[in-house]
């Protein structure tokens, strides 16, 4: 991941955001670019992706965690007054932003990773919530469709299963030991 942060610095604050928010939140950078501020309740603490704009045809809502809250709070600040979208189209007037390519680019050759994709961002995401917090907790956290789909996201390892391993044999033991005759 530090290569990546360190990528993200070699692109404006806007790009930046926008990137961020992706890794932050797992959502895809359609949904990202296109998040209009009548989605987000801050007080609340919660995005919400209509059925009609996400790749599911599902209703979604994310949480506002701290860091994202902090890129919220900031686009708002930069954002010209009356804009519809959190990265508003620059060329645009009332459009949201489309295209990314030139700055992921930036990000790609300061992070020294020419074959990073903006999509990894997601299965970071992904990774790094089931281990955190479990497939279902991911799950809801990254707006899959199904636990399938979220394992195309997951990258994971036998060393990510030495938690579970530890508990199974811990409560072995302890059943082994009060199964001993005294």
Known sequence: ??????????????????????????KRVGNVRSLRWNQIDLDG?????????????????????????QILEDRRRETPPGSVYVWPSPHREGRHIMFYESPWQAVREAAGRPGLL??????????????AAGADRAQLLTGHASRSALAV??????????????????????????????
């Open 1 to 26: 991941l530090a290569d990546i942060a360190r990528g993200l610095e070699a692109v404006s604050p806007f790009w930046k955001s926008l990137f961020l928010f992706a890794a932050l939140t797992g």
């Open 153 to 182: 996201y997951t990258h994971l390892t036998a060393d990510d299963a030495l938690p579970a391993a530890a508990a199974v044999e811990s409560a072995w033991a302890a059943a082994r030991k009060q199964a001993r005759p005294r």
């Open 118 to 131: 903006v999509h990894h961002l997601r299965h970071i995401a992904g990774t790094t919530a089931v281990r």
């Open 45 to 69: 603490g919660v995005i919400v992706w209509q059925a009609a704009e996400t790749k599911n045809r599902r209703s979604l809502a994310g949480p506002i965690t701290p860091g994202v809250r």
